[in-house]
C-alpha cells in the first residue's frame, strides 16, 4: 500500500490519500478525540501523539497536529496508523455510524433560495475545498446572510476568511442576488 500525502493551504493540517475508497458518501468530521468513538480509524489516529483533528473525505484523510509538533516527526507515525488501519480490515467507521452529507434542512419563503445556494456549493465549492482536505456545509440563511461551517484542513487555516469571504461569498452573490454576506459558524 502506498500512501501519498499532499500539503494544504492549513500548514497545521496535512492531506493522505490511501489509494483506496475511505468513505462511500459525505464527510466525517472528528475535530476532537472524543468525537472519534463512531471511527475506528479516527481512534487509531487519535492515538497519535500532536494529532489535534481528524477529517475523511471520499478518497483522503486529513489530518490537523498541534503546532508544538513537526511535521517530520508525526508524519511517518500517521502514515503507519493508516496503512495499519486499511490492512487490518476494520471499517472507517463503526456500523450505524452516520456522515455529513453537508446539508441543513430549511424549508419556507426561502427554500428556492436555498436550493440555489446548496447547488452552488456542492458543484462548485465543496470539489475545490475538498481538493485541499477540508469541506463546507450549509447551516442557514437569513435574511441576506449565508453561514457556512468549514470542516478539515479549512477549520482553522489562516486563508479561510478570505475564502468565505473573497470566493464564496462573491460566488454567491454573483449567481444569486439575495445573498449579501456570508459568515463562519463553529457547531
Request: charged share 20%; hydrophobic share 40%.
Amino acid at each position: 500500500m502506498f500512501i501519498q500525502t499532499e500539503s494544504t493551504p492549513n500548514p497545521a493540517t496535512l492531506k493522505f490519500l490511501p489509494g483506496q475508497t475511505v468513505l462511500e458518501m459525505g464527510t466525517a468530521d472528528f475535530p476532537t478525540a472524543d468525537a472519534a468513538g463512531s471511527s475506528p480509524l479516527a481512534q487509531r489516529l487519535f492515538s497519535v501523539d500532536g494529532v489535534t483533528a481528524v477529517f475523511f473525505g471520499t478518497d483522503f484523510v486529513t489530518v490537523t497536529k498541534a503546532e508544538t509538533i513537526d511535521w517530520d516527526h508525526l508524519k511517518p507515525a500517521i502514515l503507519g496508523a493508516v496503512m495499519e488501519h486499511f490492512q487490518s480490515g476494520q471499517p472507517v467507521m463503526s456500523d450505524g455510524a452516520t456522515q455529513a452529507g453537508g446539508h441543513a434542512d430549511h424549508s419556507g419563503e426561502d427554500s428556492e433560495i436555498v436550493g440555489q445556494i446548496k447547488e452552488l456549493l456542492d458543484s462548485r465549492v465543496r470539489p475545490a475545498v475538498a481538493q485541499d482536505g477540508g469541506d463546507i456545509t450549509f447551516h442557514g440563511f437569513d435574511r441576506g446572510v449565508v453561514y457556512l461551517h468549514m470542516q478539515g484542513a479549512c477549520a482553522g487555516c489562516p486563508s479561510s476568511t478570505l475564502t468565505l469571504k473573497m470566493g464564496i461569498e462573491n460566488l454567491l452573490r454573483h449567481y444569486i442576488p439575495e445573498v449579501t454576506e456570508v459568515r463562519p459558524v463553529a457547531v
